[in-house]
């Protein structure tokens, strides 16, 4: 197997620090708000990642984490805490926020088809965790303490910035991070934030340094370290994570344990709205939720991501989302073909699943993937398949929905009542009683199918 790693910028030959087991740590989502159709193409994009290693016969132990305190609003650790500031919005304690949106987020993941992860530790859990690897940069040398928290001192640390490849002498203080007067370096991110004095935190803890409450990036190098170990075999995220928080966890963890944080880096692409970066001011975050209320199947956002290969861009729209639909249905009717008699032919359905394997082992290139598949498609378009053909369509699906997870291989067999009604509407086209045929088509149609009159047969699908 292939897979492209952010640190080299080079597709590389996939090779595991121990045999099958792969150790993959993904950055999870913040709770605080729904999650918008951008963290859910990263979570999708997670999935194909984690059943493209597993049908390449790797065992994937994935720990994808729940921020639920320390993420703040700017990315300089100033600002509020994100979870903070909508518990004050909506009137709610921080913890409350924490367990609503989490719920949120496991329903998500099931509308969705992503299949769970090994684990999904909150950060709130491991705060002694985070406490004691802090303690550990502390006493290697690694940090400092002003008014408002801990630091990192990035310049201890001789290639910080390497995943980024950070121009830090040529970085202006403010420029991508807020200025801090009491700051060493512009980069330096904190480790623990104290409380203000003045003021009563719902999410608030003891610490050696003060009460207060661990840094974002902090998290996932505690919880990485106790799950996954010193050294992980794959680390993913969305790109926006790579010049600051991806960053920061390689700097800490690294100074930390001694050994290289990560082997490979996995990032997913950004998608934009309407050809437009996802903004508050403008609107444009989408949900699941909004999806549903379109009457649009959340598995055709799957889809829509699915076809699109995960380090390029998209770009969403609902008429791009109506399409992907479209092509769903043509795939779930290519499905249908199995139950549905015998034709004729002797097309190599298995030279087909062959070519969408060995697309997806190659970077996850589901684009080409699913390419092959279109092209079959075309070949049935007016004909059923033979019994073998039927035999190997019904591998291909189950192949396709171990990588893709469309369900399409999920579909039965219709019922008795609506092959009788497509029998007889056959007999009467047979009689060329077309007033017969068109009665029943309409009766058919009420059972939540289609059907389409070819030269070589009658070919029906289903409507929903």
Known sequence: MKLFNTMSRQVED????????VSLYTCGPTVYLDPHI?????????????????????????????????????????????????????????????????????????????TPPSNMPKATDHIQEQIDMIKVLEEKGFTYT????????????????????????????????????????????????????????????????????????????????????????????????IPIHHTNEIAQSESANGVEFSKFWFHSAFIDVDSTKMSKSLDNFYTIEDIKAKNIDPMAFRMLVVQAHYRKGSNFTWEALEAAAQRLKH???????????????????????????????????????????SNLLNQFANRLPSSQEASDIRALLGTMDEYLGLKLSETTDIDEFAKQLLLERENARQEKNWEESDRLRVEIEKQGLSVNDTPKATIWSRTS
Request: charged residues 25%; negative net charge.
């Open 14 to 21: 996939f090779v595991p620090q121990n045999g099958k087991k």
């Open 38 to 114: 951008g963290n859910w193409k990263t979570f999708i994009n997670y999935d194909l990642l984690v059943r493209t290693l597993t049908q390449a016969g790797y065992e994937v132990d994935q720990v994808l984490n729940i921020t639920d305190v320390g993420h703040l609003v700017g990315d300089g650790d100033d600002g509020e805490d994100k979870m903070a500031k909508t518990a004050t919005e909506q009137r709610k304690t921080a913890w409350e926020i924490a367990e609503h949106y989490t719920s949120v987020f496991y329903e998500g993941l099931k509308q969705l088809n992503i």
């Open 146 to 241: 002003i008014d408002d928290g801990v630091y990192f001192d990035t310049s201890k640390c001789s290639d910080y910035g390497k995943l980024a490849r950070l121009d830090l002498e040529g970085q202006q203080a403010g420029a991508r991070v807020q200025e801090n007067a009491q700051k060493r370096n512009p980069q330096d991110f904190a480790l623990w934030k104290l409380s203000p004095k003045d003021q009563k935190r719902d999410m608030e803890w003891d610490s050696p340094w003060g009460t207060g409450f661990p840094g974002w990036h902090i998290e996932c190098s505690a919880m990485a370290l106790k799950y996954l170990g010193a050294t992980i075999d794959i680390h993913g995220g969305g790109i926006d994570h």
């Open 331 to 373: 795939l779930r009717a290519f499905a249908d073909l199995v139950w549905q008699g015998s034709g004729e032919g002797q097309v190599d359905v298995k030279a087909v699943e062959q070519s969408f394997v060995k697309h997806m082992q190659n970077d996850l290139n589901t684009p080409a993937a699913l390419e092959v598949v």
